[in-house]
C-alpha cells in the first residue's frame, strides 16, 4: 500500500477556495495549508471519480456517499438527513470520523473489496477484526457487524470443550481461525474483552475474561490496553481471577477423598504426593487456569500410581467440578445463564 500526502500548492488552493469570506487573512488561510499538508491520502482507498473525502485523524479517503449512506443509516443521517456545515477540499464534502487512520481503513476495505473481509473459515487479521466489528457496531453497517461477530464467536468459543487446552495453542500472532489464538496475545484478550462489552456479544465475555485471568498479574498490568479498561472490568478481572483460583483448588480437592473401595495402600502416599504437586504448582502461579491445570500427562502419570477404582472417581470428580465452575462463570460478570447466553448467540448469528 503506497500512500501519497496531498501536495502543497492543491491544498493552499483547497483552503483558499473553503474561505467564507474574501477578506479572511492570508496568515489563517497559510496556516489551514500548513496544517493539511500532513494528511495522507490513501491510494487504496482513493477513487477520483467519488464524491465524499473521509478523514481520520491524518489518514483522507475519496470514496462514494450514495454507497457509504445506503449502507450504513448514521452516516446517512450525518451527510444526508442532517449535514450540518460540512468543511470542503477539492470539491468534496468532507467528513471527519473520531478514530484513528488505521481503524477507518479496516473499515472501508471491509466495505468497498468484497476480498478483503470473507466470513469464516476464512482467515483475517485481528487487528482488522477488532476494528471492523467495532466500527461496524458504531454506524450500525449490519451485514459488516454480523459477518465480525461470526469470526469473533468462532475464535472466542462459549464452549468449556474447546477452552480445555486452548491455552497452549500456538498459532501466527497475526491470524485467527475458528479455534486458534496466540499463546501470550494478552493485549488482544483484553482488547476483546472491551469490544465484546461495546458490541453487545456477551456470549463471548466469560470466555475471553477467563483466558485474561490465567495471565500473571505483573504481565496483566504492563498492558497498555489494561489501562484502557473501565474501572468495572478491571474489578471484575480481578474477581474473576480470585474465583478461577479458588476454582482450582476446588477441582483438586479429589485428592482429600478416600475411595471406598480402593484396592491397595499406595494410592494415600500417592494422594500426598500430588497434593504436593498441586501446592508446587500454586506457588509458581500456576493455579489461575482451573480448566487445564490438570492436563493428560498427569492422568497418564497417576495411573502408575493409582488404582483404577480411585483413578475412574478422581476424574469423575475432577470433571464434575470443572462443569460446576463453568457453569458460574457468567455470573462473575453479571451476566444471564450459559443457555440464555447462548440463545442470545443463536440470535445474533442466524442469517
Excluded at 476480498?115 to 476494528?131: G, T
Aim: net charge negative; charged share 25%; proline share 5%.
Amino acid at each position: 500500500m503506497v500512500n501519497h500526502p496531498i501536495p502543497k500548492l492543491e491544498l493552499l488552493n483547497s483552503a483558499a477556495s473553503g474561505c467564507e469570506s474574501d477578506n479572511e487573512s492570508v496568515a489563517s488561510v497559510a496556516q489551514t495549508a500548513v496544517e493539511r499538508e500532513a494528511l495522507t491520502q490513501v491510494d487504496e482507498l482513493w477513487f477520483e471519480e467519488d464524491n465524499l473525502i473521509v478523514r481520520a485523524n491524518e489518514s483522507l479517503f475519496r470514496v462514494s456517499k450514495g454507497f457509504l449512506t445506503a449502507r450504513s443509516p448514521v452516516l446517512k443521517e450525518m451527510l444526508v438527513e442532517n449535514p450540518g456545515k460540512l468543511s470542503t477540499m477539492l470539491g468534496c464534502p468532507v467528513l471527519v470520523l473520531p478514530h484513528s487512520g488505521t481503524s477507518v481503513t479496516h473499515f472501508l476495505k471491509a466495505l468497498f473489496d468484497a476480498d478483503y473481509f470473507l466470513p469464516p473459515p476464512q482467515r483475517c487479521s485481528m487487528p482488522a477484526l477488532m476494528e471492523i466489528l467495532h466500527l461496524a457496531h458504531v454506524y450500525q453497517v449490519e451485514f459488516l457487524r454480523k459477518r465480525a461477530l461470526l469470526h469473533f464467536s468462532a475464535l472466542f468459543s462459549s464452549s468449556m470443550a474447546d477452552v480445555v487446552g486452548l491455552m497452549s495453542v500456538n498459532a501466527d500472532k497475526e491470524s485467527l481461525d475458528d479455534r486458534t489464538l496466540p499463546a501470550g496475545a494478552g493485549g488482544v484478550l483484553l482488547a476483546a474483552f472491551q469490544v465484546a462489552s461495546e458490541v453487545g456479544a456477551l456470549w463471548s465475555i466469560p470466555t475471553i475474561a477467563y483466558r485474561c485471568c490465567t495471565m500473571d498479574l505483573a504481565g496483566l498490568f504492563a498492558l497498555p490496553e489494561w489501562d484502557s479498561l473501565s474501572v468495572t472490568h478491571r474489578r471484575q478481572l480481578m474477581i474473576a481471577r480470585d474465583k478461577q483460583k479458588f476454582a482450582t483448588r476446588l477441582i483438586s480437592r479429589f485428592l482429600l477423598v478416600e475411595i471406598e473401595h480402593c484396592s491397595t495402600f499406595a494410592c494415600r502416599a500417592a494422594r500426598l504426593h500430588w497434593l504436593k504437586l498441586v501446592d508446587d504448582r500454586s506457588m509458581n502461579g500456576l493455579d489461575s487456569d482451573p480448566l487445564n491445570f490438570w492436563r493428560k500427562e498427569d492422568w497418564r502419570d497417576m495411573r502408575h500410581e493409582f488404582c483404577e477404582v480411585c483413578l475412574a472417581e478422581y476424574k469423575r470428580i475432577c470433571s464434575e467440578e470443572k462443569i460446576s465452575f463453568w457453569s458460574e462463570l457468567p455470573r462473575l460478570f453479571e451476566l444471564p445463564d450459559w443457555q440464555e447466553l447462548h440463545r442470545m448467540e443463536e440470535e445474533a448469528l442466524k442469517a
